[in-house]
């Protein structure tokens, strides 16, 4: 099976642009989790979608936003950029529902999207 | 809640030796999956090891195994025969039933520096 992929994998904004990330989850898999991650703040859940359907949200503000397709491919938009916005971006993949035992409930992460922000 | 907590931001080792990274959640769940994940520097964030909370055996994988502790709370990695290519941040992961449906906590990570 591919793994997951994520596109593009760098990126430079300047402050006030917005930008959209994309995310394709690993075949079959219908959850897609976006994280933050930076050197200070560590991995940052933003939101997970499943079935096209926002179901958890982490603690950003509203300029962070995604969405998902039937196909299961996600996108991340952040508007009106800030300078603290640089960050690595991940996208994890996971079958997303709890319903048999012994399935491998594991994420599996794409290689990220490196945003600057100038 | 389910709170998962790193307390090592940072360790070394000396190549060929062995070291463990701590583990704790908090949780009221009783099914649920813990899980290691490695990221070395500028590389993709890769799955080591799971555990099933429902298994009393640790889990093994080549020179990664785990003590799961399930009373504590406890979920530590040992690295055996350290490598230079175990570099990397080591995050600690919780996984429950929340509503139905999976959802996943990440510990704040260990950076390893293995030493040559």
């Known amino acids: 099976k591919a793994g997951v992929t994520q596109t593009p994998r760098y990126l430079i904004k300047t402050r006030g642009q917005q930008v959209t990330l994309s995310c394709s989850p690993i075949?079959?898999?219908?959850?897609v989790s976006w994280y933050q991650q930076t050197p200070g703040q560590g991995l940052q859940f933003l939101f997970e979608?499943?079935?096209?359907?926002?179901?958890n949200k982490g603690n950003f503000p509203g300029r962070f936003s995604g969405r998902q397709f039937s196909n299961s491919r996600s996108e991340m938009n952040v508007s009106t950029l800030e300078l603290g916005d640089s960050a690595l971006y991940l996208c994890?993949?996971?079958?997303?529902?709890?319903?048999?035992?012994?399935?491998?409930?594991?994420?599996?992460f794409g290689p990220g999207t490196r945003l600057t922000v100038t | 809640a389910q709170t998962v907590t790193q307390s090592q931001p940072e360790m070394s080792v000396q190549e060929a030796e062995t070291v463990t990274l701590s583990c704790t959640y908090d949780?009221?769940?009783?099914?649920?999956?813990l899980f290691w994940y490695k990221q070395p520097p500028s590389r993709q964030m890769i799955l080591v090891i799971r555990?099933?909370?429902?298994?009393?055996q640790n889990a093994t994988e080549n020179r990664f195994s785990v003590n799961f502790q399930k009373a504590a709370k406890s979920f530590s990695l040992k690295i055996s025969d350290s490598q230079l290519g175990d570099t990397a941040m080591y995050f600690c992961?919780?996984?429950?039933?929340?509503?139905?449906?999976?959802?996943?906590?990440f510990g704040t990570g260990t950076k390893l520096q293995v030493i040559p």
């Open positions: 994890a993949s996971s079958s997303g529902r709890w319903s048999l035992p012994g399935q491998p409930y594991e994420q599996y």
């Open positions: 075949s079959g898999h219908r959850s």
């Open positions: 979608y499943f079935s096209e359907t926002q179901r």
């Open positions: 949780t009221s769940e009783n099914n649920y999956y």
């Open positions: 555990q099933e909370a429902y298994k009393q």
């Open positions: 992961a919780f996984t429950s039933r929340a509503g139905g449906y999976q959802k996943v906590t």
